[in-house]
């Protein structure tokens, strides 16, 4: 199937640099917003990425307008409707999900292949809200999506081998490296990810070492461009924690329980860089 018009359900951090990457790859996009001012800052957020990849000189001009001219937003579902390829990626609510991709089921042309960006859900329980189960998979980008090369696609035991295909074919296009997951909560990256995160937070809190030196210990002994308390920060202490309760219920392992020290600081507000305060404080001079 030869992909030629892209949808993006949620302009967040996330959709904005999908559809963003999508236009960039020569695809006609269309964001879908809950609100105007919602898709609004997203087209915003868009637009301030294209002109800061101007700036350093890794895209020209032209070629910022010209992805600028294929990307338009909208509130309505209905604008979906002709698009080939629709990737989601609204809030992670499994019940919002299923109920959005009911509606789209029955808006859609047939051959439409449905992805969804979730990096925790399985992509099984949501593909049940539709008839198209053989069209249907997980394409899991990286923040941030204009720079991070990797992407998950998944399959589900009822994704077909060709729909497989055209979705691995279709990152290949946005300029991305594919790896093939199975449906399993976590897929392959956070799988591996949320345990050793979780394992430092447990490090702290029992005092195997300090802040900065189990920081130091990842980034100097074993080559990691950042510490895994730090990349706590900045991945958000709130989503690490709602990523792992999700993988927990699916694998009832302690190594997936989000530690109690987690809960504490997300209960206190200390979500990370995005609160100004984590494991390590932000804003001037800090």
């Known amino acids: 199937m030869k992909i030629r018009k892209v949808g993006v359900l949620g302009a967040g951090l996330m959709g904005s640099g999908i559809a963003e990457v999508a236009a960039r790859a020569g695809y006609d996009t269309v964001v879908r917003e ?54 989601e990626a609204i809030v992670e609510n499994l019940e919002v999900k299923k109920e959005t991709y009911r509606e789209l089921d029955r808006l859609c042309k047939p051959e439409t292949i449905f992805c969804s960006n979730t990096s925790s859900l399985t992509i099984t329980e949501m593909s049940a809200a539709t008839k198209r189960p053989d069209r249907f998979a997980g394409l899991h980008f990286f923040n941030p999506v204009p720079v991070m090369k990797l992407v998950e696609v998944v399959r589900t035991i009822a994704t077909s081998p060709e729909t497989e295909e055209t979705v691995l074919e279709f990152a290949r296009s946005l300029g ?14 956070n799988r591996l990810l949320v345990p050793y995160l979780l394992d430092a937070v447990r490090a702290l809190d029992e005092g195997v070492g300090s802040r900065d030196d189990i920081d130091k210990a990842m980034e100097l002994g074993c080559g990691h461009p950042m510490g895994p308390l730090k990349l706590l920060d900045f991945v958000g202490l709130d989503t690490t924690y709602f990523i792992a309760e999700i993988m927990f219920n699916e694998y009832r392992e302690k190594r997936f329980a989000p530690p109690p020290l987690l809960k504490r600081m997300v209960l206190a507000g200390r979500l990370g860089r995005k609160s100004g305060r984590g494991f390590y404080e932000y804003g001037e001079g800090k």
């Open 34 to 87: 809950v609100t105007e001012d919602l898709a609004k800052k997203g087209m915003g957020r868009i637009q301030s990425s294209l002109s800061k990849a101007v700036e350093k000189g890794k895209l020209a001009a032209s070629e910022r307008d010209a992805a600028a001219g294929r990307l338009r937003s909208t509130t309505a579902l209905e604008d979906l409707a002709d698009c080939d390829i629709l990737v």
């Open 176 to 189: 991305k490296e594919p790896i093939r997951a199975q449906d399993n909560s976590g897929f392959v990256v």
